[in-house]
Antibody
Framework: QVQLVESGGGVVQPGRSLRLSCAAS????????MHWVRQAPGKGLEWVAI????????YYADSVKGRFTISRDDSKNTLYLQMNSLRAEDTAVYYC???????????????WGQGTLVTVSS | DIQMTQSPSTLFASVGDRVTITCRAS??????LAWYQQKPGKAPNLLIY???SLESGVPSRISGSGSGTDFTLTISTLQPDDFATYYC?????????FGQGTKVEIK
């Protein structure tokens, strides 16, 4: 069965960096585009970034553009989110999510991880 | 970015009720709309894609409709498992955006 397991969250000071990981299993990871979606405490969902199945295309929300980098290592079936210059408003649960359709993708999320909490605070 | 506006923000209903949630896009997104259900402390769960296509495993009491800018999610006969928060999401263009959510609570 499809499993996505995030890790790497924690408490970090403003301006510092953090890298999140998402370990995938139960499907052919290299066939699917992958996303990061976040949710601030008590708030709604915010899409963060996408990486295409082959890693050739990446798109970001304006709120993180230039600070966050999405990447993947298909040999390890792992998705990453490098977060630099963190701000208090980046505090959220970060979910990785699989695109519903392999290869081309449709930007719909059919499987989600359990999430990892990032708290940016001094 | 395309703005997605859901109404109502909170909905009080009883088991057995018919429930309708509305989602409006700030511009036409044709049928590129998905709906998700989220329960407290859990990840969202995909219900509907392409405005009206039911995801595998989702009960048939849940349905979606609409196109262009106006969409609805309907639960025909509300069950105890349906008390949750529901989000619409447009995937017509980047940045992908969600509505603010509609919480369905027990009356």
């Amino acid at each position: 069965q499809v499993q996505l397991v995030e890790s790497g969250g924690g408490v970090v000071q403003p301006g510092r960096s953090l890298r999140l990981s998402c370990a995938a299993s139960g499907f052919t990871f290299s066939d699917y585009a992958m996303h990061w979606v976040r949710q601030a405490p008590g708030k709604g969902l915010e899409w963060v970034a996408i990486i295409s199945y082959d890693g050739s295309k990446k798109y970001y929300a304006d709120s993180v553009k230039g600070r966050f980098t999405i990447s993947r290592d298909d040999s390890k079936n792992t998705l990453y989110l490098q977060m630099n210059s963190l701000r208090a408003e980046d505090t959220a649960v970060y979910y990785c999510a699989r695109d519903r359709v392999p290869f081309g993708g449709v930007n719909v999320f059919d499987y989600w991880g359990q999430g990892t909490l990032v708290t940016v605070s001094s | 970015d395309i703005q997605m506006t859901q109404s109502p923000s909170t909905l009080f209903a009883s088991v057995g009720d018919r429930v309708t949630i509305t989602c409006r896009a700030s511009q036409s997104i044709t049928s590129w709309l998905a709906w998700y259900q989220q329960k407290p402390g859990k990840a969202p769960n995909l219900l509907i894609y392409k405005a009206s296509s039911l995801e595998s495993g989702v009960p048939s009491r849940i349905s979606g409709s609409g196109s262009g800018t106006d969409f609805t999610l309907t639960i025909s006969t509300l069950q105890p498992d349906d008390f949750a928060t529901y989000y619409c999401q447009q995937y017509y263009s980047y940045s992908l955006t969600f509505g603010q959510g509609t919480k369905v609570e027990i009356k």
